[in-house]
């Protein structure tokens, strides 16, 4: 139902199979309110839309629309022929803390509207909930897991939301349980609070604990995430599909999203963008016109930004340039930084997903120091053997040596001087301390394993400084 074809970082580009169609990820799903008449599904696959999530809730206690769904299927009701994902309720009971119907009863809903992905009636514990109440509201969801999984037997996928809370070790258990049950996608829940509040590390460390024990086969939907900004980063710690309530949500408190950030309409001079609106109309147009007309444009705009993002990070997937891609964007925000800065932490679950091949490392900041290729070339080079009594290392690329230094990889055997990583990595002539730091690590074991020889180090003023905590 998930064939992956490319890869990089913890991202990849598949392609999820529904009884709708077959739909390419990472997908960005954009939540409809069938209640609300705003952009209509015709327009969203115009505008880059390849499958639609609604709310089975909202239509289930809307009578009108229940009984429409159930006579002729959601995807009528919506009027589209796109595959549609449906959610449960769930939502509402995280915003609202109640909801009036049962597990079984949403989950056979879903199935009778011939909904292409389906989601039980999880619990979102919010975040910094205590560990006891997120363990019992999780071992709920797991009941409640199993009970759909025993009774769904439409044609659709079953989702089975992670849940936890900001207990990471709760993450691990929910995600190692819904693997147990089987699910076909698997979507890391209860952390609208958490986007809202900008705390994208607890985001990225609820979807890497997640990944640990998640099958890498199958797709991960990451619940409430519909900023642009964040899609590179999601992507690379192994997101598949998103949904975006943000395109209406931001449009409506006239709000225009960019892959940077989020401006203020009010605060804008020109846009910076060429979409069709944005070609079309001057901010100070646009705040002239009626509010409900503002917000349909600002809504296709916010739309428009957000599948050019999608297609980006698919193509830096396609290049091997995801790294780079998402260097580039956590400088939107400095918790988004933070955030990426988490992989630290995830080294091994980061190994096993990155591809070894690439074509070029484009050294971008610090951060770049954390990308496995470095730490995979240390390993690496522990492995060269050599025969040699002195081995000559040299941070001067002129002198004859048998290793060269350089940052951050650390020691180059000179014959992979033009190989992929170190040999086709571009770094500015002044790179930063962090960069020699981490190449000093590198230095350090190489030092260790190699002893028993005669090291002779041929280094220049900037490496200096370096060298007490190596030769320590
Ligand atoms: N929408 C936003 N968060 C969640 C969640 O945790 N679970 C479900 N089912 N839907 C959501
Ligand atoms: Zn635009």
Known sequence: MFEVTDKDAMGRIGKLKTP???????????????????????????????????????????????????KDGVHALLDTDLPVMTDSGSYQLLMYGEIEVSNEEIVKFQEKI?????????????PDADYSTALKDLEETIKREK??????????????????STHWDLREKSAEEAAKIGGDVYPIGGVVPLMDAYRFEDVARAVLSAKTKLPPNKPVHLFGAGHPMVFALFVA?????????????????????????????????????SCP???????????????????????????YVSFEEMRR??????????????????????????????????????????PFAKK??????????????????????????????EIVISSDYSVKADFYLKPPFGVVPAELMESYPAGHAEIPEDIDEEAYRTAAKGLKLFLEKHKDKKIRLVVDEKWRKFLDDVQA
Request: hydrophobic content about 35%; charged content about 30%.
């Open 277 to 303: 609106i944005c070609l079309e109309y001057t901010p100070e147009e646009m705040r002239r016109m009626e509010k409900s007309e503002r917000e349909i444009l600002l809504g296709k705009h916010n739309l």
């Open 147 to 164: 009970e759909a999984a025993e009774m769904y037997s439409g044609e659709g996928l079953l989702a089975l939301p992670i849940q936890g």
């Open 237 to 273: 710690l192994g997101c598949d599909l998103f949904d975006s309530a943000a395109y209406a949500l931001f449009a409506k408190d006239d709000r225009y999203l960019t892959p940077y950030g989020t401006e203020k309409l009010s605060e804008l001079n020109y846009f910076p963008c």
């Open 360 to 389: 070029v490392f484009f050294y971008l900041g610090t951060e770049s120091c954390l990308r496995p290729a470095v730490r995979r070339h240390q390993e690496r080079v522990l492995r060269v053997k050599t025969d040699k009594k």
């Open 114 to 126: 011939k909904s292409d992905i389906v989601v039980p009636l999880d619990i979102p514990t919010p």
């Open 313 to 354: 990070v698919k193509q830096a997937i396609k290049n091997n340039e995801l790294f780079e891609l998402v260097e580039r964007r956590i400088r939107a925000h400095p918790y988004l930084i933070q955030a990426w800065r988490a992989i630290k932490d995830y080294y091994d679950l980061m190994e096993k997903y990155d």
């Open 20 to 70: 709708h169609g077959v739909v390419e990820t990472p997908a960005l799903m954009p939540v409809i309110n069938p209640n609300i008449d705003f952009i209509s599904p015709k327009e969203l696959k115009k505008i880059g839309a390849e499958i639609l999530i609604t709310n089975s809730y909202i239509i289930y206690r809307t009578e009108k629309l229940r009984e429409k769904a159930e």
